[in-house]
């Protein structure tokens, strides 16, 4: 996961006034490396293996909140990251969480701001966005 691993919070705008928001955790690695990540699949037992054949990539993806609460976090917090996205980690978890009870309609996101082009937290009123998403 240091590595290869992105754990992501995505808000979709469907309107001005209604978006979705989708949690992933997912591990891309080259095609060459797929039996890879099928061995991972096994070894959580949740999430989906895809081929991305037009950019030679595989993604190993677990998008049910409930898989992610019940077998990716706690296996991350009993063996924690130990890069940066170590903290970033615990505040997605915590945003899995949210939108796991649905906290996310009416509590604002902990510390999360969404990265711009540069990398960087981008400016803006997120939080508002994360209010007003409707599942």
């Known amino acids: 996961?240091?590595?290869?691993?992105?754990?992501?919070?995505?808000?979709?705008?469907?309107?001005?006034?209604?978006?979705?928001?989708?949690?992933?955790?997912?591990?891309?690695?080259?095609?060459?490396?797929?039996?890879?990540?099928?061995?991972?699949?096994?070894?959580?037992?949740?999430?989906?293996?895809?081929?991305?054949?037009?950019?030679?990539?595989?993604?190993?993806?677990?998008?049910?909140?409930?898989?992610?609460?019940?077998?990716?976090?706690?296996h991350f917090l009993e063996y924690p990251l130990i890069s940066k996205k170590g903290g970033d980690f615990i505040l997605w978890s915590k945003v899995v969480e949210m939108v796991s009870k649905k906290d996310h309609l009416t509590k604002p996101a902990p510390g999360l701001r969404p990265k711009g082009p540069d990398g960087l937290g981008a400016e803006g009123a997120f939080e508002d966005y994360f209010l007003l998403c409707l599942n």
Do not use: W
């Not at 999430?47 to 950019?55: F, Q």
């Open 1 to 74: 996961m240091d590595a290869e691993g992105c754990s992501s919070v995505i808000i979709q705008v469907l309107s001005p006034l209604k978006c979705k928001i989708r949690v992933s955790f997912e591990i891309n690695l080259l095609d060459k490396d797929l039996a890879i990540l099928y061995r991972i699949q096994s070894f959580f037992g949740v999430g989906k293996v895809h081929l991305r054949s037009n950019r030679n990539l595989c993604v190993y993806r677990v998008t049910s909140p409930s898989d992610l609460l019940k077998v990716i976090i706690p």
